[in-house]
Structures are given as C-alpha cells and as structure tokens.
C-alpha cells in the first residue's frame, strides 16, 4: 500500500510539473516585457530610517530598467519609508535623491503634487526617447515601446536583442530613419557614469523590404567640457580623418551628430536634471575587472568598469 501511494504521488506530480513549466515560462516571458513597460518604479518599507536601503534598491530597478528599455535616457522613481517619500532620478551622470524626504501627513499637498506631476509627464519628461520607437514587421508598423502590451506580435518572450528599432538619424540636416536588423553590442546599456554604448546593424527604414546594404549605428553618452574640450575629442572629427583615407572614395561615416529632443540638445544637466545641482557623496571603493566588448559572457557579469557621460550622440556606419 505505502509503495502505491508513493508511485501514486509521483504520476500526479509528474502531471502537475508538465502543467507548470509553461505557465512559468508564461510568466517569465510577461515579467520580461512588464520591465519594458514600466514608466516609474518605487520602493515602499514598512518603516522609517531605512531611506539609504530603499533608494539602493530602488536604484537597483532603475539599472534594470535601463538594461531592458534601450530607449530609456533615464528613469525617475520613488521611496516611501512609513509615511517618507523621496524622489529618485537615475541617469548617465549618477544618481540624485532628494536630500530632505515629503511626509506625506505633514506635507498631503507636495505628495500629491508629485503623483499629479508623474501622472501628467509626457514620454520625453519620463525618461522616454522619443526619436525611436519599436518597429512591428508584420503590420509593418511602429510604436513607442512603452505602449506594446504582452500580445504584440514579436515581443512576448524576445530579449532586447531582438527586437526591430526604428531610429531617427540626422543626415545632412533631414531626418532618416533606419530599422534595425539586430543589436550589435547592448551589453553597457545598463550601466551609469558611463557612455552606454549601444551599437545596431541597421538597414535604410525605406529600403526594408530590398535592402542592398548594412550599417553599424552606434549611440552613447558624451561628457561635456566646455573649458577644455581637448580632453574628450569629438569622434566625428577621427571620423572626418577615416573618410579622408577612405578607398576608393567610399565614405566610413554618412552622419554623426548630437540627439536633439524636441528641438533640444539631449543632456542629463539641462533634460534630465533640469539644472539641477546635487551635493556630491563618496562612493566606497571597489577594485573592477575590465570587460572587453568581445568577451562572451560580459552579459553575465554583475561589476563593470564605468567611465563618465553626459550628451548623447549619434554616428552611422559603412560595414566595410
């Protein structure tokens, strides 16, 4: 008898495991996606005095966020310990918290003033970049990522490495647009005080259907240096150098400029931060190992080395 229990036991277990494991996979194929979809994350603790805890955890969303959503410039989120409320913002630059915390019972009128405020940011206020969008080849279509739902056709269950980007490159003072056919290098994407490079291969959005060649698209975050620009020379410049010595007169570099947002230069002073100025806290120190781009399991890996950005540029690339 206890033996036909047990065997019993087993088949209904062995049943109840082939039901779960593609709900699980369901489940984590949604929980991929709600990261793309999240405007503004938050932490709330039961208690007060736990601000530092919930700000590093909250911090710890936000470079997820940014890791999932490479149309993400930078993300605002929020703490609430007991009955304290502090705001976050997360960008190339580092990270600024609000020094003195909004009691929500002494202060009812600034809390609500900064959920009204989050509810009625436009995309551009959140964080969002607007001058990419996901592209659905199907319907031959595009769309903010932000308002793709667990349905949409090629999303549900792809890693950002597979989804089709549409992005807007300035040439010659109009805009184009290119579709991605594959993500070269995201592994930086979700880093801070750092250029984030991303690099696509991309087709001409208008030659989709019968494209004839390939290009590397590359974006990332620049520091600004007004007073001494020779310390960070602009990579248009070796670029004009490379089409000089091009062969044959084919140019390496078609276009290379700054992101403008809405007619604005895309920075983390004036768009992200709005101008505001942060009272600067010593980091501990910690020893990391230098990850190569060509290192295979740079993805895997929790510590990278960090270099400082701010702007934000664009160049496309012949592949040659």
């Known amino acids: 008898m206890p033996a036909r229990l047990t065997r019993a036991r087993l088949e209904n277990e062995h049943m109840a495991r082939k039901k779960y494991i593609p709900e699980m996979q369901e489940l984590i194929d949604q929980h991929k996606l709600w990261w793309r979809g999240i405007h503004v994350p938050y932490e709330i603790k039961p208690e007060r005095n736990h601000d530092d805890n919930a700000i590093e955890q909250a911090v710890t969303y936000m470079c997820h966020m940014l890791k999932e959503q490479l149309d993400r410039r930078f993300v605002l989120g929020m703490t609430l310990c007991f009955d304290e409320l502090t705001v976050v913002l997360c960008d190339r630059s580092g990270i600024m918290a609000m020094k003195t915390s909004i009691n929500i019972h002494e202060e009812p ?112 975050w620049m520091p600004v240096v007004t007073d001494r620009p020779e310390l960070y020379p602009s990579e248009g410049d070796i670029y004009g150098l490379l089409n000089k010595d091009a062969q044959g007169g084919r140019a390496q570099i078609i276009a290379y400029h700054d992101i403008e947002i809405n007619g604005k230069m895309d920075s983390t002073f004036d768009l992200a931060r709005r101008g505001a100025m942060s009272e600067r806290v010593k980091r501990p120190i910690k020893n990391l ?32």
């Not at 206020?125 to 592209?135: A, E, H, P, R, V």
């Not at 290192?295 to 690339?317: C, F, I, N």
């Open 289 to 320: 190992p230098i990850i190569g781009e060509t290192d295979a399991d740079a993805e895997l890996r929790e510590y990278r080395l960090s270099v400082p950005g701010d702007p934000r540029v664009t160049g496309v690339h012949t592949n040659s």
């Open 109 to 220: 009128e600034q809390f609500i003033r900064v959920i009204a405020g989050f509810s009625l940011m436009t995309a551009e206020q959140l964080g969002w970049d607007t001058t990419m969008k996901i592209y659905l080849p199907l319907s031959d279509k595009t769309i903010p990522s932000y308002m793709v739902g667990p349905d949409c056709e090629g999303i549900n269950g792809e890693t950002p490495y597979h989804i089709h980007w549409v992005i807007d490159v300035l040439v010659d003072n109009k805009i184009e647009q290119y579709v991605s056919a594959a993500v070269i290098s995201a592994m930086r994407s979700a880093e801070i005080c750092t250029r984030a490079t991303v690099v696509y291969e991309v087709i001409k959005f208008e030659d989709r259907y019968n494209p004839t060649e390939t290009f590397a698209l590359k974006r990332y």
